[in-house]
């Protein structure tokens, strides 16, 4: 299979929400005068906020897709079409600094496992979309997509071990 290049443009839908993203978090931690580990609560919250909104809107094509690669939704129907609804109540969770230490232990096994079932699909060499943004936009799997997944287990991992 020839294998497709990609250009900056194929990920502007997803550098436009890492942007949001980033003032949201940068403009929150300002207000309220704190430091680094708030900007990563923050961070994380809007993330699992906007991301899992984008699946909600069509959340049958989402289900679809992402049981193309995610190792659990692949099995199972049910947690695909659950899976925005968990990123939905992380973001709550994380945005109002609720039960943060069992918030964190969720979003690191969460986060690893879609990270294990993305880096699977990029070993096989497929193309496909990744289902990170719904079917809203049409972002492709690359290791972007790895990257983004390990970076919100590495921030749950960073702040789990500052409890």
């Given at each position: 299979m020839i294998k497709e290049k990609y250009t900056i443009k194929d990920f502007y839908p997803l550098i436009g929400l890492f942007v949001i993203i980033l003032l949201l978090s940068t403009g929150a931690t300002?207000?309220?005068?704190?430091?680094?580990m708030f900007f990563m609560q923050m961070f994380m919250?809007?993330?699992f906020i906007l991301f899992g909104v984008l699946k909600?809107?069509?959340i049958k094509a989402f289900a679809e897709s992402y049981a193309m690669y995610d190792i659990i939704a692949?099995?199972?129907r049910v947690y695909a079409f659950v899976y925005p609804f968990i990123e939905l109540t992380l973001g709550v969770l994380f945005l109002f600094g609720t039960a943060l230490f069992y918030t964190n232990i969720v979003t690191l096994v969460v986060m690893l496992i879609g990270a294990l079932g993305v880096y699977?699909?990029?070993r096989k060499g497929e193309t496909i979309m990744c289902a990170c943004l719904g079917t809203v936009f049409k972002v492709p799997m690359t290791w972007v997509t790895l990257f983004e997944d390990l970076l919100m287990a590495g921030m749950a991992l960073i702040m789990l071990l500052n409890f």
């Open positions: 300002l207000h309220n005068n704190m430091g680094g919250g809007w993330f909600v809107i069509n692949a099995r199972s699977l699909q990029l």
